[in-house]
Structures are given as structure tokens and as C-alpha cells.
């Protein structure tokens, strides 16, 4: 499994990123023309990768902090072309609207800037998310072969 491999169905994903499968749904549904940037539809069936469910799971937290769900899925998914480290954070001023808005720091420098910022631990939740989604996978592959 890889960073990109959309292999997890729409109950784990919800699981994962801390969404109500209902909640999934409607956000979905919401925003449908950006499902490309966190989702695959197949056989009338939708997959995720465990990029795409740290996307939601960031975009979750940026929606929480006050941004709407378009614009949080699109900051999210901005910043998460790969990986990042484990002590990356992704800092965004609390105004911005913008999808490549914000940065991610690692090594804890200073905060760039004095205004009100959105910090979020963008590294563990990653590291989280591909944990999570690697014992799901390493869990079927047992289940299946016994």
C-alpha cells in the first residue's frame, strides 16, 4: 500500500478521518466537483487512499477552526502531495481563503507573521492516518489467508 493507493472503502475512510459516515456523505455531496482531490469513484462505489483520509481528517480540523468545507479540502489537500515529517505543522492565518494558503514547517522555527494563525499538527495526524491504515490492511490480509 502506498501513500496514494485507493484501496479503502467509504466506511474506513469515514472511520479514519474522524467522520461520521453520514457526515462523509454529505460532504461528498457538498463537494462534488472537488471528490477528485480525496476520493475515486468506482463501480458506483467510492475508494480512498490514506492520503486522500488525512485530507479529510486536516480538512475536518481546518473546519472546524472556522473554514468551510471547499475551501478546508482544498488548503488540505494542498499540503499534502506527500508525506510530511512527523513534527510538520501546517500554519494558515485564520482570514485566508486561499487553497495555497498557509505553510508547512518543521523543525519548530518561529511562526512567521503576527496575526492569528490555525496550527495543526499536520505530521501526526499523517502518521496517524497511514498507522491506522496499515493495520487495517495487514488485519484483512490475515483474516483472508487463514
Not at 73 to 96: K, M, N, R
Request: proline fraction near 8%; aromatic fraction near 6%.
Amino acid at each position: 500500500m502506498t501513500w496514494q493507493d485507493r484501496v479503502f472503502t467509504r466506511a474506513e475512510a469515514a472511520s479514519l478521518s474522524g467522520l461520521h459516515p453520514v457526515t462523509l456523505d454529505v460532504v461528498l455531496h457538498r463537494t462534488k466537483p472537488l471528490a477528485p482531490l480525496y476520493s475515486e469513484k468506482r463501480k458506483g462505489r467510492r475508494w480512498f487512499s490514506a492520503k486522500d483520509i488525512t485530507v479529510l481528517r486536516v480538512a475536518y480540523e481546518l473546519e472546524r477552526a472556522g473554514r468551510n468545507w471547499p475551501t478546508a479540502i482544498a488548503q488540505a489537500f494542498e499540503h499534502l502531495a506527500t508525506p510530511p515529517p512527523g513534527d510538520a505543522l501546517l500554519v494558515v492565518p485564520v482570514l485566508s481563503v486561499s487553497a495555497t494558503s498557509g505553510r508547512v514547517l518543521t523543525g519548530l522555527p518561529a511562526l512567521p507573521g503576527s496575526g492569528s494563525m490555525i496550527v495543526l499538527p499536520i505530521g501526526d495526524i499523517a502518521a496517524d492516518v497511514v498507522s491506522a491504515c496499515e493495520h487495517i490492511r495487514e488485519t484483512a490480509i490475515v483474516a483472508v489467508s487463514e
